[in-house]
């Protein structure tokens, strides 16, 4: 877990696997902005897998601050998303993911997806491969989020599913 007052951090070629955490979360990484920090930082060809427990926690990615790079990333076999944009009771924004795989994840739970992007913030997604995700490739929920060129394909439910708010897809 990146949080507190650290930014400005750049991983590169780093892995990410086995994550345990705190109360059930076993997150590959987690950008923490609960607290303001976290920010700025970029993730660059990075693997994320085989992060375990059994709660809805459980990512290969777990965004949940302000203005980061997210490229050329992996994240597979993760029991829930293989990357999650999300802060509750907050609004990522600036978050760019792109040129990643994200494939096989869910698969040990109910739904589990390949790019989660939610919360009022404009995040961006694009030049992905999302594919055998238990549900779907890309999921966007909320005001602002642009998903474009990605692939997506041979997941379970939708290649891409809008949820509630005005995504720009």
């Given at each position: 877990?990146?949080?507190?007052?650290?930014?400005?951090?750049?991983?590169?070629?780093?892995?990410?696997?086995?994550?345990?955490?705190?109360?059930?979360?076993?997150m590959g990484i987690l950008?923490?902005?609960?607290?303001?920090?976290?920010?700025?930082?970029?993730?660059?060809?990075?693997?994320?897998?085989?992060?375990?427990?059994?709660?809805?926690?459980?990512?290969?990615?777990?965004?949940?601050?302000?203005?980061?790079?997210?490229?050329?990333?992996?994240?597979?076999?993760?029991?829930?998303?293989?990357?999650?944009?999300?802060?509750?009771?907050?609004?990522?924004?600036?978050?760019?993911?792109?040129?990643?795989?994200?494939?096989?994840?869910?698969?040990?739970?109910?739904?589990g997806g390949g790019v989660?992007?939610?919360?009022?913030?404009?995040?961006?997604?694009?030049?992905?491969?999302?594919?055998?995700?238990?549900?779907?490739?890309?999921?966007?929920?909320?005001?602002?989020?642009?998903?474009?060129?990605?692939?997506?394909?041979?997941?379970?439910?939708?290649?891409?599913?809008?949820?509630?708010?005005?995504?720009?897809?």
């Open positions: 877990e990146i949080g507190g007052t650290a930014h400005h951090i750049r991983f590169v070629e780093c892995e990410f696997q086995h994550g345990g955490g705190q109360a059930g979360e076993h950008l923490n902005g609960i607290s303001g920090g976290a920010n700025n930082c970029e993730l660059i060809r990075c693997l994320s897998h085989d992060n375990g427990g059994s709660t809805e926690q459980s990512h290969g990615y777990y965004i949940a601050s302000n203005n980061n790079l997210i490229e050329d990333c992996e994240g597979y076999d993760n029991p829930n998303h293989g990357l999650q944009v999300f802060l509750a009771g907050g609004n990522p924004t600036g978050n760019t993911v792109k040129g990643g795989k994200y494939y096989r994840n869910g698969l040990t739970r109910a739904s989660i992007l939610t919360g009022t913030g404009t995040n961006h997604a694009f030049n992905n491969i999302c594919y055998d995700n238990k549900t779907w490739g890309v999921y966007a929920e909320g005001n602002n989020q642009k998903i474009d060129h990605n692939s997506m394909y041979s997941n379970d439910g939708p290649a891409c599913e809008v949820g509630s708010g005005t995504p720009l897809v």
